[in-house]
């Protein structure tokens, strides 16, 4: 029960992930607050937001880009009904557009994005080095990549919550880990920040 509960993290569906999208809001706010604190979001930006969620980073990004574009992508239904709910307005004047997918396989074309974030999703991608590639192509060449997670791995050290690790089949990564990805698929210049267990990388493609 507990662990169908939590397994809607990772793919929001039915009641339980209509209680998880309601509560991430709540406590992803202020990470989100954070990790867009270090973007230089211009007017104009097209902006990809990957596992999107209930859609208010989404939200707060179109308020950053008022003539610029902020789309999401996500494998859930759910998570595009609500993203699509929450910013009808930017939808119907085509600022907006919410696609469901996965990010193994970004469906927009090569260089579409200025930016191209991802906010506590990363856990639960199939296969972070590919993924990153896939995202490279969808960013335009000098664009930018940010990833923001509430857990992080300590260098060579097991798992912060194990249990909770093995019940989601999900990976919470090292900073480390991070670079050798993100260098491994093409990205340059990391600057990471960490707080606490937060942490929020940004690279150039
Ligand atoms: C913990 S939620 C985070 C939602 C939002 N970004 C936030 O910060 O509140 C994780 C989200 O990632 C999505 N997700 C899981 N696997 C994914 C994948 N392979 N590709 C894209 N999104 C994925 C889930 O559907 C879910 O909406």
């Given at each position: 029960m507990l662990r169908e509960f939590f397994l809607n993290m990772r793919r929001p569906r039915g009641w339980g992930g209509r209680l998880m999208l309601w509560s991430m809001d709540t406590v992803h706010g202020a990470l989100a607050q954070w990790g867009l604190g270090f973007l230089m979001i211009r007017p104009n930006n097209r902006i990809l937001d990957i596992g999107?969620?209930?859609g208010k980073t989404i939200a707060r990004m179109l308020v950053a880009a008022p003539q610029g574009c902020v789309c999401g992508l996500d494998p859930a239904p759910l998570s595009v009904g609500k993203s699509i709910e929450r910013n009808l307005t930017a939808v119907h004047h085509g600022r907006c557009e919410i696609k469901q997918g996965d990010v193994s396989k970004i469906p927009w074309p090569d260089s579409s994005f200025d930016l191209i974030t991802a906010f506590?999703?990363?856990?639960?991608?199939?296969?972070l080095t590919t993924d990153l590639l896939e995202i490279r192509r969808a960013l335009k060449p000098g664009g930018t990549v940010m990833i923001c997670n509430g857990m992080m791995r300590a260098?060579?050290?097991?798992?912060?919550v194990p249990r909770f690790e093995r019940m989601l089949d999900m990976r919470i990564y090292s900073v480390h880990e991070l670079r050798l990805a993100l260098g491994a698929s093409g990205f340059f210049d990391p600057h990471v920040v960490t707080k606490g267990g937060w942490l929020c990388i940004t690279a150039m493609a």
């Open positions: 999107c969620g209930s506590e999703t990363i856990y639960f991608w199939p296969d260098e060579d050290s097991a798992s912060p």
